[in-house]
């Protein structure tokens, strides 16, 4: 077993979607970001490659590779599940915290949960998604963006 950490941070973008853990939220500003912008997938893109020491989201998918220019998030995760594979591993469990203001998370987290299961190949019930609020403290607090943290257990296939 090896465990992994990820996290990502992303400022709001009223021009752009919100899209988180694979779903798009209506209603909300987006993230700003090269490819979609989804912060929780890229936590746990983290989280995963960190678990296997294989670098993170920005050394497999640059910004400055115009291939990942509004690339949807879930590619990339499932890109990094075969990353994972390649070195002998498979996700287990991940658990994800989305620090933000708005939107709620708390009623998009089953179906984040379940989106981000079905890419990664594993049960439902291994993915736990949370939100949190930062109490209107710094940066969160005041509406500018989101920050999501990201802990990720492989196990050797």
């Known amino acids: 077993m090896r465990v992994g950490l990820g996290y990502d941070s992303h400022r709001f973008d009223p021009s752009r979607s919100l899209v988180l853990g694979g779903l798009e939220i209506p209603g909300s500003p987006g993230l700003s970001g090269h ?3 989804d912060a929780v997938a890229h936590a746990v893109i983290d989280a995963l490659l960190g678990a296997v020491s294989a670098g993170n989201v920005g050394s497999h998918f640059p910004p400055t590779d115009n291939t990942w220019k509004g690339a949807d998030s879930m590619v990339l995760l499932g ?27 708390g009623p998009l987290s089953e179906a984040m ?26 940066w969160i607090g005041a509406g500018e963006g989101l920050a999501v943290h990201a802990v990720a257990l492989v196990t050797r296939k």
């Open 79 to 105: 890109k990094a599940v075969s990353i994972l594979g390649d070195r002998g591993f498979v996700p287990s469990n991940v658990d994800v915290v989305v620090i933000t203001e708005a939107p709620k998370i």
């Open 35 to 37: 490819s979609d912008g």
């Open 113 to 138: 949960a379940d989106r981000l299961a079905e890419v990664m190949g594993i049960q439902a019930g291994s993915v736990s998604v949370k939100g949190k609020s930062n109490e209107r403290m710094g």
